[in-house]
């Protein structure tokens, strides 16, 4: 996914991927006050924008170039 904004997701941070949930949920162990951000921003550097972009930042950060996308699962 490219955005035009970082986005928030449920899970909390982990340094790689090892270990990580390999169904789709949402990894809920670790750092769970540093949440994970995924894609970034057009506004940074070329690389912030791709896909495969993450970041972290701490629960109580807010800024307008974050946002996080609502998803509901059909039965």
């Not at 506004?43 to 800024?63: E, I, M, P």
């Amino acid at each position: 996914m490219i955005s035009k904004t970082w986005e928030w997701t449920e899970d909390c941070w982990h340094k790689n991927y090892s270990g990580a949930p390999s169904d789709g949920r949402a990894w809920t162990t670790g750092d769970c006050g540093r949440r994970v951000l995924r894609s970034g921003s057009w506004v940074q550097t070329s690389q912030d924008g791709r896909f495969t972009r993450r970041n972290w930042y701490d629960t109580a950060y807010r800024d307008i170039r974050t946002r996080f996308r609502l998803v509901r699962m059909l039965p």
